[in-house]
């Protein structure tokens, strides 16, 4: 088994993987109905066939607890076992309080419990958040939870946008291990590029001034695809030196279910073998923003395509613009 390369202080390791997906399933043929667009032409822009779409008793605290107990099934721990929680999201509906201390609560624990709001990528920067915790012995067990309820941000009538996204959760465990089970993560932001994927106006503009419409999800889709393709190879390349492993010792690439195509162009620019598993779980789940890389783990693991002790590499990448990513061990 090829080792990885972790930081300084204590190492971490997955213990568990755990995801939950809203009952109701919408095809993209019906959403392609809505936008005036025929199915196939709607499929073949974004590889999806389907995502699942949140009840109203479906609350982003609700799914994202659903998919941390499943997790801590998954690892054989407890609620009272959680000494830390982490939500990635950017779906809270409210600015405060945070989605993480409610989990916590629901958890049955009093552990201290704050969010992470870096859209796409937010789940892999939450995940080295966790990695950092317990190195630095601040926390021995931690919940990092990557949620979205992305029916609430989407306007379904755009084009650019409403044959995109699904809502969803999914959840790991991380603990203390005995060698390096996450490595070190590579990240970095280019925020002159903010607007090329940003929700606007303001809910504060929009309270002050009801005329400028609703917030909504706004995408130049060009523009954040040329900054996938000439940022997101590189830093898989760079994650990859960074945990000390090369593409032989990877079972399976698990990037950020952005699109079809944009996970096509990233792959494209990777040599990847053959044996390496691309996840694809946005045909089924499609992009659910911070649980999308969490999710499509789940899948994986689920489906019996990556095994116990394989190695992984993450990539989140989106709105900041932003990206994350990281070598994991599969539990």
Known sequence: MRTLTGGPG?????????????????????????LGVSAEWAIS???????????????????????ALRALTAAGRRG??????????????????????????????????FDVNSACAGFCHALELARVLIAAGSADCVVVVGADRMLDIVDPDDRNTAALFGDG?????????????ISPVVWGSDGAKAAALEVRPSSFAF???????????????????????????AAVEAALRRAGVCWQ????????????RVIDRVVGQLDLPEHVVVADDLR????????????????????????????AVLMGFGAGLAYAGQVVRIP
């Open 80 to 113: 009272t076992d959680v000494d830390c929680v982490l939500v990635a999201t950017i779906t809270n509906p409210t600015p405060t309080p945070a989605i993480a201390p409610q989990v916590a609560y629901s958890l049955g624990t009093p552990a201290a419990g």
């Open 169 to 181: 959760a999914g959840a790991v465990v991380v603990a203390a291990a005995p060698q390096c089970g």
């Open 45 to 67: 822009r974004t590889g999806m066939r389907q995502r699942h779409r949140a009840g109203e008793e479906e609350t982003l605290a609700m799914m994202a607890t659903a998919a």
């Open 284 to 311: 089924t789940t499609a992009n659910t923003s911070a649980a999308s890389v969490p999710l499509a783990l789940a899948s994986l693991i689920e489906a019996g395509r990556v095994h116990r002790g394989e190695l």
């Open 10 to 34: 204590r190492q971490a390791g997955i213990l568990g993987v755990g995801g939950y997906r809203p009952e109701r399933v919408v095809t993209t043929g019906a959403v392609a109905d809505r």
């Open 249 to 260: 010792d990877v079972a399976a690439f698990i990037p950020h279910q952005a699109g079809g």
């Open 207 to 233: 309270a002050a001034t009801p005329s400028l419409g609703r917030p909504w999800l706004q995408m130049d889709g060009t523009a954040v695809a040329r900054w996938v393709a000439a940022t997101v190879p």
